[in-house]
């Protein structure tokens, strides 16, 4: 809960599970991909692990807030959803609601009164005292969430889209959020790896999707990336956007940047102040 105006927001993200939010008072805004909504009371979000999101609009409005992670055992589009075996319902609706949840991204809907009713019932539970109790009630509580979405998502008419759970759309997402991982110690193996794929899979699959080779794409990533970061952050140090993209020392990104710019970083930087005024 925030009683007024916060100056944080919170920035692009995953989460390790299903997040599922609710704006229960005020507005908030709220981003997914290139994607952006201002929720207001009654809003209900479901993202994925693999889908990235901000909340704020940068910054977080006055209101309450609930949210809850789920974990169900998975990372990336490609991989079968394990659900909690506290769970109390059917196979049957375990399987229907993993279909429509993998099968279909949109991530902001109305929640119904039974959600809304859910939520806070769970906000009730956090407030016991007996940590047995608090487990007790929110398996509960969770269980009874996950009937509601799926009633929700049920009644609604979902064009569900089977290859969102492909590999080629596993990749697609792993390259999409590679911008907000560019600082790691990329490599063909480690980025297969990272889409459950081998590594001649990956490389077919990244030609396809960025028209380059996985390490010419990932270089194209960090050059430009690196531009933007020139452009928008004036007094940003050269060496700290040069790691933060992933380049081994300063030396090296300038070389790499001069091949791709035809100028070095600091005279882009001057050229693009200069453009601005």
């Known amino acids: 809960m925030a009683p007024k105006r916060q100056s944080w927001g919170l920035g692009s993200h995953c989460n ?3 997040e599922f939010s609710l704006i229960s008072k ?3 805004g709220f981003e997914v991909g ?3 909504w201002l929720l207001h009371s009654g809003h209900l979000t479901i ?3 693999w889908q990235y999101h901000r909340v704020g609009n940068p910054e977080v409005d006055g209101g309450v807030f609930h949210w809850l992670i789920l974990d169900v055992g998975v990372r990336r589009p490609n991989q079968e959803w394990r659900w909690p075996e506290w769970l109390l319902w059917s196979k049957a609706d375990r399987e229907r609601l993993s279909v429509l949840l993998r099968h279909n991204e949109h991530p902001v809907w109305r929640a119904n009164p039974g959600i809304i009713r859910v939520f806070r019932r769970i906000q009730s539970a956090l407030q016991l005292e007996d940590a047995e109790q608090v487990v007790a009630r ?3 509580h969770v269980n009874e969430l996950l009937i509601e979405v799926l009633e929700l ?3 609604k008419q979902i064009a569900l889209d089977e290859s969102l759970v492909s590999s080629q759309h596993t990749v697609r997402v792993f390259l999409q959020g590679l911008a907000e991982r560019l600082d790691q110690n990329w490599t063909l193996d480690s980025m297969a ?3 459950g794929l ?3 899979q990956f490389a077919r699959y990244c030609q396809e999707i960025t028209g380059m080779a996985p390490i010419e794409y990932l270089s194209h990533l960090r050059l430009e990336t690196a531009a933007k970061l020139l452009h928008h952050h004036p007094n940003r140090p050269i060496t700290e956007i040069a790691f933060n993209c992933g380049f081994s020392s300063s030396q090296y990104f300038a070389n790499r940047f001069r091949a791709h710019k035809g100028c070095t970083p600091r005279e882009y930087r001057k050229e693009q102040h200069q453009l601005a005024v």
């Open 16 to 18: 390790e599970g299903i």
């Open 26 to 28: 005020g507005k908030l």
């Open 34 to 36: 290139d994607q952006s």
């Open 47 to 49: 993202t994925r692990p």
């Open 138 to 140: 929110l398996k509960l």
């Open 153 to 155: 998502l049920g009644d």
């Open 193 to 195: 790896e990272a889409c």
């Open 198 to 200: 081998g590594r001649t």
